[in-house]
């Protein structure tokens, strides 16, 4: 099988898009953990692991990079493989991923640029380590994280260990509150601190199951042009237009297992 050409820019795998096509559960992945992330063999192991672990809770991974100037949801084991070891690979974010497409570069994405790429798929869940966030003295430095920012304003559901330790993680929380991301902890009531389950802060909404997700106002698809807003009774019903943060701690071997597939509004979308 060949690869789809959607757009001449963008390019999807044959399983992707065949998943896509049936409704089943695709989940992005991104690859900066394999281009800046980890040395070779271990970056590419790890990519494969986590690619194998997709396909263990019933749905198909999309790893995405951008090569030669084209999006791929979801590159080749060959491809994957020369990425672990390639050279001058850009990490790629909001402000450079259209540079690297217009000058035929190579690049690795970022969890915002995953982002952009996996909604631009249709792919509406995307599943990674730990964040970016608001660093610490940001009120001096202004570095605050373009990952918060795509949060806000793309509409693909991230699953994740939290964010990065070194980063503010009260400011963090903060940032994410005045954007409207809702963060929803998965059998959690902290925010996990990527590497550590705990963090001490508290989530403001938790649920204990992939179900109770699926079944949630933030797992509803993006509203059509003719229905911005609905007016119920005297209650005014507002779009989702954003994403949602799904944060799960670092499972331990005491943890229930669950079956990951959820189905949402009636076709099964994603896997947490």
């Known amino acids: 099988m060949t690869t789809v050409v959607v757009h001449d820019k963008l390019r999807i795998a044959p399983e992707v898009q065949s998943a896509l096509a049936d409704h089943a559960p695709v989940v992005a992945l991104e690859t900066t953990i394999v281009t800046h992330g980890m040395p070779y ?8 692991s986590l690619e194998e672990g997709v396909r ?7 790893t995405f990079a951008v090569i030669g100037g084209i999006i791929r949801a979801g590159v080749t084991s060959e491809e994957l493989e020369w990425l ?11 402000n450079d991923l259209a540079y690297a497409i217009a000058s035929r570069e190579h690049g690795s994405t970022t969890v915002a640029a995953t982002m952009i790429c996996a909604h631009l798929a249709g ?22 994280s373009a990952d918060l920012e795509e949060l806000a304003s793309t509409p693909v559901a991230v699953v994740c260990a939290g964010a990065k330790a070194l980063l503010d993680l009260p400011k963090t929380l903060e940032y994410l509150e005045t954007r409207g991301v809702p963060v929803i902890g998965y059998r ?9 389950r705990s963090s001490g802060l508290p989530v403001p909404i938790r649920l204990e199951s992939a179900a109770e997700i ?8 993006p509203p059509s042009p003719q229905n911005e807003m ?13 994403s949602a943060l799904y944060p799960a701690a670092v499972p331990t071997a005491a943890d229930p297992e669950e079956p990951s597939c959820v189905c949402i509004h009636g ?3 994603g896997v947490l």
Not at 41 to 48: C, D, G, L, Q
Not at 214 to 221: G, H, R, T, V, W
Request: charged share 15%; proline share 7%.
């Open 230 to 242: 609905m007016l119920i009774g005297s209650a005014l019903i507002l779009p989702f237009r954003i």
């Open 188 to 196: 959690t009531g902290e925010f996990p601190a990527f590497w550590s």
């Open 123 to 144: 792919i509406r869940v995307f599943a990674t380590g730990g964040i970016g966030g608001v660093h610490r003295g940001a009120e001096a430095s202004f570095d605050i």
């Open 84 to 94: 672990g070891s390639a050279k001058d690979v850009l990490k790629l974010s909001r």
């Open 214 to 221: 699926a079944d949630s106002p933030m797992s509803a698809p």
């Open 56 to 62: 263990r809770g019933g749905a198909t991974p999309a």
């Open 41 to 48: 063999p271990e970056n590419v192991a790890t990519a494969r």
């Open 267 to 269: 076709t099964t979308h």
